[in-house]
Every structure is written in structure tokens, then in C-alpha cells.
């Protein structure tokens, strides 16, 4: 199975900073014949389903804040938060799609400072 | 608008059983690959089983294999999780959730359904 790991578990960010959410998998999700990453990027808040905020490691999905962005290739990756506003208080996980067991990191907590 | 709405959690002793359903709505589910995920109360989250659009490739996690069995009925856009054989670890809330091809990202998700079970 490949195994993901995002870093740190918690932060707290002042509004209007920058937030980074970084998150590494144990094997590479670069698929080489059409040179995608498998890995996406997704929002929980609390009692609500997770969100899709970025595919493809770096495509934002339709409706998301341009202030979210999605970075890195192979094993290691990167969510920023351009300009953390209050109602980006949420867990944000990473997850591979490059194979079954789809598997998901462990969350990041991002809250207000 | 796009919508997935599971129903059929509850409450249910170790060792039964129980049927999930997943309805689908303001899209085309026939071309859509369908999943289930879980949740954990306080956990992260957890992919349980996979369904491509024609039913003809199936996975499941290992956690579920031999006990979970995931179908559906693109004539009545609907997606099911049969769940036998229940443990007090499959305690959770149960999410559908739709791909556009066979390996993508998951861009609707249902509300979710509780499932506890226990004694």
C-alpha cells in the first residue's frame, strides 16, 4: 500500500498568512506515460463530507478560492494557503489515486492564531 | 443540482448485517465510477471499495474483503454497500463518492451515513 504522510499535524496560522500543508508518499504517484501525479487534495470541516479542493497535485477545482494552490511531483507535495481567511479553519488531507488502496494522509488541523 | 444522498445507517449488533444505499442526482451516474469511503469517529478518513460505471471491476480494502460487497443499478441510479459479518471497528460514517474515470480524484461526496456497531 502507499503509505502518505503530511506534515505537521497541526498549525495555526495568523489571518491573512500563509499556510502550508506538506504531505509525502511512500512510493511516487507520477504516472510517467502521461506525466500526472495521482494525488489530490481535499477539505473537512467538522460534520461535513470532505471537499476537493486540487487534482492532478496542482489543477484547482471549480469553485475553489484562488488563494489555495497545489504544488510537487513524484513523492512530495505541497498545499499553500495564499491568505489564510476564517473559514479555512478545517482538517486538510492529502490522498493518492494512483492505486488501490486508495489511501488518504493522516490530516492536517489548520486553525486561527 | 449534483447530488449524492446515502441512506441506511443505524445501529446494529456485532456479527449483522446492513445495506447502505447511495442515490444519485443531476448527473449522468451510468458514467460515473463510484467508491465508498469511511470515517471513524475523531479519525481520518478511509476508501472502503470501488465500482466502475459498468460493475465489471470491483476492489475492496482489505479491512472489508469477504465481508463488504459493493454493487449498483445505473437504471435506478442508485449505489449499495452490502455489509455482513460486522465489527465494532466498522463504526463510522459511510460516504459515497463519484470519480469521472477509473483513476481520479473524488469530486462529489455524499453527507454521509452513521453506521455503529455494538453490543
Known amino acids: 500500500d502507499i503509505v502518505m504522510t503530511q506534515s505537521p499535524d497541526s498549525l495555526a496560522v495568523s489571518l491573512g498568512e500563509r499556510a502550508t500543508v506538506n504531505c509525502k508518499s511512500s512510493q511516487s504517484v507520477l504516472y510517467s506515460s502521461n506525466n500526472k501525479n495521482y494525488l489530490g487534495w481535499y477539505q473537512q470541516k467538522p460534520g461535513q463530507p470532505p471537499r476537493l479542493l486540487i487534482y492532478w497535485a496542482s489543477t484547482r477545482e471549480s469553485g475553489v478560492p484562488d488563494r489555495f494552490s497545489g504544488s510537487g511531483s513524484g513523492t512530495d507535495f505541497t498545499l499553500t494557503i495564499s491568505s489564510l481567511q476564517a473559514e479555512d479553519v478545517a482538517v486538510y488531507y492529502c490522498q493518492q489515486y494512483y492505486t488501490t488502496p486508495y489511501t488518504f494522509g493522516q490530516g492536517t488541523e489548520v486553525e486561527i492564531k | 443540482q449534483v447530488q449524492l444522498v446515502e441512506s441506511g445507517g443505524g445501529l446494529v449488533k456485532p456479527g449483522g448485517s446492513l445495506r447502505l444505499s447511495c442515490a444519485a442526482s443531476g448527473f449522468t451516474f451510468s458514467d460515473y465510477y463510484m467508491n465508498w469511503f469511511r470515517q471513524a469517529p475523531g479519525k481520518g478518513l478511509e476508501w472502503v471499495s470501488y465500482i466502475s460505471t459498468t460493475s465489471n471491476t470491483i476492489y475492496y480494502a482489505d479491512s472489508v474483503k469477504g465481508r463488504f460487497t459493493i454493487s449498483r443499478d445505473n437504471a435506478k441510479d442508485s449505489l449499495f454497500l452490502q455489509m455482513d459479518s460486522l465489527r465494532a471497528e466498522d463504526t463510522a460514517v459511510y460516504y459515497c463518492?463519484?470519480?469521472?474515470?477509473?483513476?481520479?480524484?473524488?469530486?462529489?461526496w455524499g453527507q454521509g451515513t452513521m453506521v455503529t456497531v455494538s453490543s
Open positions: 463518492a463519484r470519480a469521472m474515470t477509473a483513476r481520479a480524484a473524488f469530486d462529489v
